[in-house]
C-alpha cells in the first residue's frame, strides 16, 4: 500500500486509521446484533453481514484503485460492520 499510495508524510497515522475505523462500530454493535439475530434468525444475519464485508472490501479495494484514504476509510468501516458481527 505504501508503494502504490502518493508519498505522505502521515502514511503511518492514515494507515492506522483504517485499522480504527475497522474496530469503532465494533464497540457497542455486537450487543445490538446478538438480539437482532435473536429476532431475525441467524441465516438471514449472517447474510445480511457477509453482504457487509463484501461491500466494504470492495469499496475499500475501490479506494486503493483510486487512491483515496477517504474512500478507503468508508470500506473498512463497513467492512468492521459485518466482520465482526458475523461471529455473532
Known amino acids: 500500500l505504501r508503494n502504490h499510495m502518493p508519498p505522505n508524510s502521515n502514511f503511518e497515522a492514515r494507515f492506522n486509521m483504517l485499522y480504527s475505523f475497522y474496530s469503532i462500530p465494533n464497540i457497542v454493535l455486537p450487543f445490538f446484533a446478538g438480539s437482532y439475530v435473536d429476532r431475525v434468525g441467524g441465516a438471514i444475519c449472517f447474510l445480511l453481514f457477509a453482504s457487509l464485508v463484501f461491500g466494504g472490501q ?3 479495494a475501490l479506494g ?7 474512500l478507503m476509510i468508508v470500506g473498512r468501516t463497513i467492512e468492521g460492520v459485518g466482520g465482526e458481527n458475523i461471529c455473532v
Open 58 to 60: 470492495f469499496i475499500f
Open 64 to 70: 486503493i484503485q483510486l487512491k483515496s484514504w477517504p
